[in-house]
Nanobody, 121 residues
Framework: QVQLVESGGGLVQAGGSLRLSCAATGSIFSINHMVWYRQAPGKQRELVAHITSGGYSNYADSVKGRFTISRDNAKNTVYLQMNSLKPEDTAVYYC???????????????WGQGTQVTVSS
């Protein structure tokens, strides 16, 4: 079980960009799913993007074409490049790792502490 630490959040104007990083203490090479979730105040946790050990990635419809997930196994780090940010992207973003992927993340075995992303209009 790896420990995950997110970084890169902050305050940005609408239309701007941020890149989130998720650094793992151990190897992510064989981890089936590396995932970014987000949770806005008063809302349920939402799966934003995930990437498999084989490099397959998928995105929530709300971020397709704007966000890109990538993983660097040599650095044990996963990234989320977020472009054309909108106020509705405002949330705490969490990195997670696990074997079984669900939209609510209940089977993820490792979680980061979260990083706040705030997009002003």
């Amino acid at each position: 079980q790896v420990q995950l630490v997110e970084s890169g959040g902050g305050l940005v104007q609408a239309g701007g960009s941020l890149r989130l990083s998720c650094a793992a203490t151990g190897s992510i090479f064989s981890i089936n799913h590396m995932v970014w979730y987000r949770q806005a105040p008063g809302k349920q946790r939402e799966l934003v993007a995930h990437i498999t050990s084989g490099g397959y990635s998928n995105y929530a419809d709300s971020v397709k074409g704007r966000f890109t997930i990538s993983r660097d196994n040599a650095k044990n780090t996963v990234y989320l490049q977020m472009n054309s940010l909108k106020p509705e992207d405002t949330a705490v973003y969490y990195c997670a790792a696990g074997k079984v992927l669900t939209t609510d993340g209940r089977f993820m075995t490792s979680w980061g502490q979260g990083t706040q992303v705030t997009v002003s209009s």
